[in-house]
């Protein structure tokens, strides 16, 4: 039987390696489970998102309750234009994803397309945190602002 075996290797196609006498000898863990380390690594602050309407040009956070057929607050720019829209897409036909009759020639000024609705973007909220919790202790320390401060804060980390 040796002979016909493809691999030589300890156990390769041991008889009793797949038998239920072969499972059964491994001691199993009695009790209940140990509970998770509270000292382990911390979990990451979740970020939340924030959907919001933004100006083409500057980038602008919009009101909710913003009118698009006025003009941006920080920079001037109209707001019901194509640029501004979720339809519009540079690669396709009239640069719209709508079937529009006729082409808009300058796509950042203000026009009176029916099919327009703004654009609306997902984005994470950077806001820092007000105050970061130094763990083992009751104090909050204002959270770093600066690589100094941050620096500073590693190092006391670390203080004897």
Same mark, same amino acid.
């Given at each position: ?10 156990g390769y196609q041991d008889s009793d390696r797949g038998s239920a006498s072969y499972r059964s000898e491994r001691?199993?863990? @009695? ?16 970020? @939340? /998102? ?8 500057? +980038?602008? +956070? ?5 009118? #698009? ?8 720019? &109209? ?7 979720? /339809? #519009? ?5 009239? @640069? ?13 000024? &203000?026009?009176?397309?029916?099919? #327009? ?5 997902? &984005? ?8 970061? &919790? ?19 804060? #590693? ?6």
């Amino acid at each position: 039987m040796d002979g016909d075996r493809k691999y030589r290797q300890h156990g390769y196609q041991d008889s009793d390696r797949g038998s239920a006498s072969y499972r059964s000898e491994r001691p199993k863990q @009695q009790g209940p489970k140990p509970p998770i380390d509270v000292t382990g690594p911390k979990l990451p602050r979740l970020v @939340q /998102n924030v959907v919001a309407a933004r100006c083409f040009n500057c +980038t602008a +956070t919009l009101a909710p309750d913003t009118d #698009f057929r006025g003009t941006c607050p920080k920079c001037g720019a &109209a707001l019901h234009c194509c640029k501004q829209c979720v /339809n #519009f897409d540079s690669s396709t036909r009239f @640069q719209c994803l709508k079937p529009i009759p006729a082409r808009i020639a300058v796509k950042d000024q &203000a026009n009176t397309c029916e099919l #327009f609705s703004p654009r609306v973007t997902v &984005a994470r909220d950077v806001l820092p945190s007000a105050t970061v &919790a130094k763990p083992g202790e009751d104090g909050v320390l204002p959270a770093p602002r600066n690589a100094n401060d941050a620096r500073a804060a #590693f190092d006391s980390l670390f203080k004897k």
